[in-house]
């Protein structure tokens, strides 16, 4: 599906709301539509927005997308590493296993045995496991 440079404005001016709900939604779209050009701007949410929602859907889209870029790469091992919220590390983590990078494999590694979240481990283990079917 194709969006047009009107779309997208609109889209990436949700961004922008008050409303985290609205941010979140917003990312969805550009999740569903694959829209790379957004790639920046969901990298900056993961290291900025306050709502640990809109962090969590921010990595989850660029699991989806596969963004395989490396300031995306590195946001999401960042958000791995220093989110207080295990929902928004787990999220990390499997788009971390989507994207499919062995640059990863340390950091995952070290997740999967250290993070705090019985759940992150498991996660962390399951994308491990991922990168290597890759």
Sequence with gaps: MSIDKEQLDQILRKLKNRDGEVRSKAIVQLSELKVMEAVDELTKI???????????????????????????????????????????????????????SPVVVEELTNVALNDEDVRVRSWAAEALRKIKLH
């Design 46 to 100: 993961l290291y900025e927005d306050k709502d640990f929602l809109v962090r969590s859907h921010a990595a989850a889209a660029l699991g989806e997308m596969q963004v395989n870029g490396q300031e995306a790469v590195k946001a999401l091992i960042e958000t791995v590493k220093k989110d207080p919220i295990p929902s928004v590390r787990l999220e990390a983590v499997v788009a971390l296993g989507n994207i499919g």
